[in-house]
Nanobody
Framework: QVQLVESGGGLVQAGGSLRLSCAAS????????MGWFRQAPGKEREFVAG????????GYAETVKGRFTISRDNAKNTVYLQMNSLKPEDTAVYYC?????????????????WGQGTQVTVSS
């Protein structure tokens, strides 16, 4: 089992940047593929980015491709989401999630563990 704690959210103006972190504790972090998801008010949760156990495979939602970068540091038990050129439509609660699968997915049921989320608000 793994516990996940997100941090780094906040209020930023459009065009700005934030870096989210997700610290994991418990079972060996490198045993999990990781994903970032987000949920805006009144909308369903959606996939943002994912990274395989080793970090060798990465994927993004089309809406964030070229602006967001996911990375992981298995020595620090942490996954990151660097968010640049933020837009008001990026406003949401951002969640990290861990899957015992080797590979990430945009299909959220494969993720067994979820953090509590961190709020990101982008003002226009």
């Amino acid at each position: 089992q793994v516990q996940l704690v997100e941090s780094g959210g906040g209020l930023v103006q459009a065009g700005g940047s934030l870096r989210l972190s997700c610290a994991a504790s418990g079972r060996t972090f490198s045993s999990y593929a990781m994903g970032w998801f987000r949920q805006a008010p009144g909308k369903e949760r959606e996939f943002v980015a994912g990274i395989s156990r080793s970090g060798g495979s990465i994927g993004y939602a089309e809406t964030v491709k070229g602006r967001f970068t996911i990375s992981r540091d298995n020595a620090k038990n942490t996954v990151y989401l660097q968010m640049n050129s933020l837009k008001p439509e990026d406003t949401a609660v951002y969640y990290c999630a861990a899957s015992e699968s080797s590979w990430y997915s945009d299909y959220d049921p494969i993720y067994e563990y979820w953090g509590q989320g961190t709020q990101v608000t982008v003002s226009s």
